[in-house]
C-alpha cells in the first residue's frame, strides 16, 4: 500500500496542472482578501462592527469559502487525466486491485492538498492583515483565534482535494467534471444557501450547514456567507466529518459503478 500510495503523489506531483493552480489560487485568493478586507472595512465606517474578530476571520478564511474550488479541481484530475490519456490501465496491470487503487489515490493527493492549503490560506492572512494594517485597523495577528482558523483552514482545503479524487472516481469524463464542480463551487451552493436561508422554515437553514461548501467552512470556524446572514456553521469537528463523508460516499460510488466497467 505504501509503494502505492507514493506512486500516486509522484504522478501528481510531477504535473504542471497543480502548480499552475496553486499560483492561480494564491493570486486569485490575494486579490479576493484586499477586496473583501477594504469592502469590510467601508462598511463598518458606516456601520461600526460589532465583533471586530469576526470580520478579520471572514476576510482569512475566504479561501474555505470561495477557493476550495482549486484543490477539487486538482483531485478531480489526478483521475480523470489518467482515464482521459489511458494511463490508468498500465497502474490496473500493476495493481489489478481497485478498491486499493481509490484509496492510494485519496492518500496520495494529501501532500499536494496540503501545498493548496497553505499557499491559499496564508495568501488570505498575508494580504488580509496588509490590507488591514494599512487602513489602520486591527489586523489581530496575535489572536488565538486568528491562527487557529487559518490552520483549520489549511486542513479544509486539503481535504477538499481528497473530495476531488472522489468525485473524479464518479465523472471519469473530464470535461464533465470540471463543469460540475465549478457549477456546483460557483453558482448552484451559494443560491441553496441563499434559498435555505430564507424565513419559510428554520429547519431548512439548518440543512443548508451540511452541504460540502458549509461543512469546508465550519471547520475554519468563519465564514463569509454566514456574515451574511446566509444560514449558521456546524462546530468545526463537526464539518470535517461532513466533508470527509462526501469523499468516502464519492470514492464509495465511483468504486462500484465507475471502477467496475473496463477502462482499457
Not at 487525466?81 to 489489478?96: F, G, I, K, N, Y
Not at 429547519?203 to 463569509?224: D, H, N
Amino acid at each position: 500500500m505504501r509503494t502505492a500510495i507514493t506512486m500516486e503523489a509522484r504522478k501528481l506531483a510531477s504535473t504542471r496542472l497543480w502548480w499552475v493552480l496553486l499560483i492561480v489560487m494564491a493570486g486569485y485568493m490575494v486579490f479576493l482578501a484586499v477586496l473583501m478586507a477594504f469592502t469590510s472595512v467601508q462598511a463598518g465606517t458606516e456601520v461600526p462592527a460589532s465583533d471586530p474578530e469576526t470580520t478579520v476571520l471572514g476576510v482569512y478564511t475566504i479561501a474555505t469559502a470561495l477557493g476550495y474550488v482549486f484543490p477539487a479541481i486538482v483531485g478531480t484530475l489526478s483521475v480523470t487525466s489518467e482515464v482521459r490519456h489511458r494511463t490508468l490501465a498500465q497502474t490496473l496491470l500493476a495493481d489489478p486491485r481497485r478498491s486499493r487503487l481509490v484509496a492510494a489515490k485519496m492518500i496520495g493527493a494529501v501532500p499536494v492538498g496540503l501545498a493548496l492549503g497553505l499557499v491559499g490560506s496564508l495568501a488570505c492572512l498575508g494580504a488580509g492583515a496588509a490590507t488591514f494594517t494599512l487602513l489602520d485597523v486591527d489586523p489581530l495577528l496575535g489572536s488565538s483565534a486568528v491562527w487557529r482558523a487559518v490552520g483549520l483552514s489549511v486542513v479544509a482545503l486539503t481535504l477538499w482535494t481528497v473530495v476531488g479524487v472522489g468525485l473524479g472516481t464518479v465523472l471519469t469524463n473530464q470535461v464533465a467534471a470540471l463543469v460540475v464542480i465549478l457549477a456546483f463551487t460557483q453558482f448552484v451552493e451559494p443560491i441553496l444557501r441563499g434559498a435555505l436561508s430564507l424565513p419559510f422554515d428554520g429547519r431548512l437553514a439548518a440543512v443548508a450547514s451540511y452541504l460540502p461548501g458549509a461543512a469546508g467552512e465550519a471547520m475554519a470556524g468563519a465564514s463569509l456567507y454566514t456574515t451574511l446572514g446566509m444560514g449558521e456553521l456546524l462546530v468545526w469537528w463537526q464539518g470535517a466529518l461532513v466533508l470527509a463523508g462526501y469523499a468516502v460516499v464519492l470514492a464509495a460510488l465511483g468504486r462500484v459503478t465507475t471502477l467496475t466497467r473496463d477502462l482499457t
